[in-house]
């Protein structure tokens, strides 16, 4: 993670470029948001920008060892603190067991949220914590002496979630801290976190990203200017929340394609196209298939209502608009509640496990009856 990888927040990487460059670098740091603005990446680009022996003016080099051992994440003087679920069996109680998967997910996605990182544990209903134990770890590692680095940096990514014994000791090494340590707090509900840590620590607020810089990363992904805008406006400066609005944009996209598909190959009796549909759908998983006919039956709900409404109380995007144009004529009064029925049917059979072939196949037969109505 590299300055040049945050998305906007211009003015906290002024303010903490100049802090390493200045060397007033307060040892205890607390980095607030309200998720997905960039605190954590913003906090590990300091770092790496803290240690690394070539700095520019406005980034680190990219390329002396410091930096390189930053790629992997693995640099003997960064040390990670963040929530784990612990298993005795697996005898797994500290952070660093979890050193392994805490770098690929990383790796994987520079913004993140707890819930993203919950789920890739498999957590499940375990709720993660930082335990008591790990306060004894903290204090080994920064007793240890300082390899290398310019900076010996302690990066705790959400201490709210710290078990009291813990929060107490990392207070203690806040109080006397070691030399040239810089303990850097990412915290998304900073008034959870013990209020003696809280004031010792110099407070770096990191706000919802500016709307231009949302747009400008979304248009650098390939998304068109209207789309990006809308986006941007959806995400509330969250970057998280933007990726987000996509997926659920791509996978709106995909099923509108998909019953377009459908009711037309109903419509023209094609029993072969039928089939194909059938074998694609069958291959997209049982939440998705659920997700796609309630997606049916909200799209037939609005083209049944599409005539007698005015603009603004119809719930369709531009695209589904588009073809309800043409395709709201063949939803009558005659045949809206069967077509309503065998599509809650589908959905139904698809939450009971049957075959999803069959059911979607079988429900094309039936919306070639019902269609011509
Ligand atoms: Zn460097």
Known sequence: ???????????????????????VVPHAQLFTENGGAGAFPLALAYARYLNCKNRSATDACGACPSCLKYDELAHPDLHFVFPITTSKEKKREVCDDFLAEWRSFLRERPYFSFEQWTDYLEAGNTQAIIYSKESDEIIRKLNLKIYEADYRILLVWLPEKMHATCANKLLKVIEEPPVNTVILMVSETPDLILGTIQSRAQRIPVRPIETAAIVEVMRRDGLAAEDAAQVAHLSGGSYLKALEVIS???????????????????????????????????????????????????????????????????????????????????????????????????????GQNVNAKMVFFDLSLKITVLIKR
């Open 1 to 23: 993670m590299y300055f040049k990888d945050i998305v906007g927040q211009t003015e906290v990487k002024e303010r903490l470029i100049r802090s390493a460059q200045t060397g």
């Open 248 to 350: 659920l944009n791509e996978e709106n996209a995909f099923f509108l394609e998909q019953f377009i598909g459908m009711m037309r190959n109903s419509w023209a009796r094609n029993v072969k196209a039928m089939k194909a549909m059938a074998d694609l759908l069958a291959g997209i998983g049982r939440e998705r298939q659920k997700h796609f006919l309630s997606y049916c039956q909200h799209l037939i709900r609005e083209n049944f209502m599409y005539r007698f409404q005015s603009s603004d109380l119809n719930y369709m995007n531009r695209e589904e608009i588009g073809f309800a144009t043409k395709f709201a004529p063949f939803v009558n009064e005659r045949n809206v509640i069967d077509l309503m029925d065998e599509l809650a049917r589908a959905e139904q059979h698809i």
